[in-house]
């Protein structure tokens, strides 16, 4: 069955550091990628889509890159701050653009 | 942009009862889906509308059914409640063209007792 995988332990760093954060993919081909961030009892709010055909994707201080060999993406938040703490999710969009499916997501935590 | 909104914020039924959700979504978004999203889970897919039509669902039974309406405001009806069906439930959009991520709304937290 499609399954996607993220880091289940929560990453903790400090900041100004670089955060990265995975997501494996297996039994799917996605046409697109995406990345979200939710914050506690809030709807998810999206960051950044990456196409199958793209290998890297950059928006201000995120970076995201997408590899369909290995079935994984990488999400990178350069200079890290207190206020990106949060819960950070990967979804895939199917071919059919009819389907959308999301991790469980890593939680993230700067400290000051 | 006024986003996506959803009523009621919190909500509590018995099981066996049915319940009914509202999404309004952002204007100009004509694609609609609905999600299920546990404590400690991520969103789980329950079904997308484009244009009126249920165009895609997940693994969820039949006595979850939604409906869009013209206006692409949507609704997420859910019969014979269970106590697993306790959860937050959004709802998400976006405009024509898959190159857009979604908008999601706060959602609905639905607790069956």
């Known amino acids: 069955s499609q399954k996607i995988e993220q880091n289940s332990e929560a990453l903790n760093i400090q900041e100004g550091k670089t955060a990265t954060l995975t997501c494996n993919y297996t039994?799917?081909?996605?046409?697109?990628l995406q990345w979200y961030r939710q914050d506690p009892g809030r709807g998810p709010v999206f960051l950044l889509l990456?196409?199958?055909?793209?290998k890297e994707k950059r928006k201000e201080r995120l970076k995201v890159t997408f590899d369909t060999t290995l079935k994984q993406s990488l999400f990178h938040i350069t200079a890290s701050q207190p206020a990106d703490s949060a819960t950070y999710l990967c979804?895939?969009?199917?071919?059919?653009?009819?389907?959308?499916?999301f991790g469980a997501g890593t939680r993230l935590f700067v400290k000051a | 942009e006024t986003g996506v909104t959803q009523s009621p914020t919190h909500l509590i039924k018995t099981r066996g009862q049915q319940v009914t959700l509202r999404c309004s979504s952002q204007?100009?978004?004509?694609?609609v889906s609905w999600y299920q999203q546990a404590l400690g889970q991520g969103p789980q897919f329950i079904f997308q509308?484009?244009?009126?039509?249920?165009?895609g669902r997940g693994n969820f039974p039949p006595r979850f059914s939604g409906l869009q309406f013209p206006n692409y405001s949507s609704e997420l009806n859910v019969n014979a409640l269970e106590l697993d069906d306790s959860a937050l439930y959004l709802c998400?959009?976006?405009?024509?063209?898959?190159?857009?991520?979604?908008?999601f709304g706060s959602g609905t937290r639905l607790t069956v007792v």
């Open positions: 990456i196409r199958e055909n793209e």
């Open positions: 204007s100009g978004h004509n694609t």
């Open positions: 039994n799917y081909s996605p046409a697109y």
């Open positions: 998400a959009s976006r405009p024509q063209g898959r190159e857009h991520g979604y908008t």
């Open positions: 509308y484009y244009r009126e039509e249920e165009n």
């Open positions: 979804a895939l969009e199917n071919t059919g653009g009819f389907k959308t499916i």
